[in-house]
């Protein structure tokens, strides 16, 4: 049982350059989320997608972009990486509403 | 703005002690609360969700209680184990209940044999 699965889990990328985070999740569920983790600033999200073919911004969606690629794929977008966005990167998906958070282990990235 | 912290940053405690985690958040008006477990290097793992109209939920060895009046929180822990040390974090559902969680900090809790 795969649960919520992201790739790479490590990245170490130049100022300026641009990647995707992908995520997906096995579990039909209807919602998925991007965090952040920073060290003395916790988890904060940066987008979610309530349902397949909507998007919505989190609380820090500058420098982003997301993509719900159908319900079981959502990815994340760094255009011009910064080294401001060096994080730990979390997907995450629910059945939606009220519903427990499913998190994957990470995506450690790092912006030199 | 919805704020939540969690006090103390870290808490070390012998094994089969009980003990308290406190989450406190600044609006009252959230659809739920959330208490997850993080082990190092790795993800969130859901431990209780509790509705805005509760009072508490029950897993095994952990309740968790909510004071939606007073904005609080607690994660209470029955004789607690070596296995049980990981970082506990608490987060708030304020915005019509999209799953748009906001975080506290975490508390680091450290069980000694």
């Known amino acids: 049982n795969a649960g919520v699965t992201q790739t790479p889990k490590f990245q170490v990328l130049k100022t300026g350059q641009s990647m995707t985070l992908q995520c997906a999740q096995d579990m039909n569920h209807n919602s998925m989320y991007w965090y952040r983790q920073d060290p003395g600033m916790g988890l904060r999200l940066i987008y979610y997608s309530a349902s397949e073919g909507t998007t919505d911004k989190g609380e820090v969606p500058n420098g982003y972009n997301v993509s719900r690629l159908n319900k079981r794929e959502f990815s994340l977008r760094l255009e011009s990486a910064a080294p401001s966005q060096t994080s730990v990167y979390f997907c995450a998906s629910s059945k939606g509403g009220p519903q427990p958070q499913h998190f994957g282990d990470g995506t450690r990235l790092s912006i030199l | 703005k919805q704020e939540v912290t969690q006090i103390p940053a870290a808490l070390s405690v012998p094994e089969g002690e009980n003990l308290v985690l406190n989450c406190s958040f600044t609006?009252?008006?959230?659809?739920?609360l959330q208490w997850f477990r993080q082990d190092p290097g790795k993800g969130l793992t859901s431990l209780l969700l509790?509705?805005?109209?509760?009072r508490e939920q029950t897993s095994g060895r952990l309740n968790a209680s909510l004071d939606k009046s007073s904005g609080r929180s607690t994660l209470y822990i029955a004789a607690s184990q070596p296995g049980d040390s990981a970082t506990y974090l608490c987060a708030v559902d304020g915005s019509s209940n999209t799953g748009k969680l906001i975080f506290g900090q975490g508390t680091t809790l450290q069980v000694k044999p």
């Open positions: 609006d009252s008006a959230i659809y739920n």
């Open positions: 509790i509705q805005s109209s509760q």
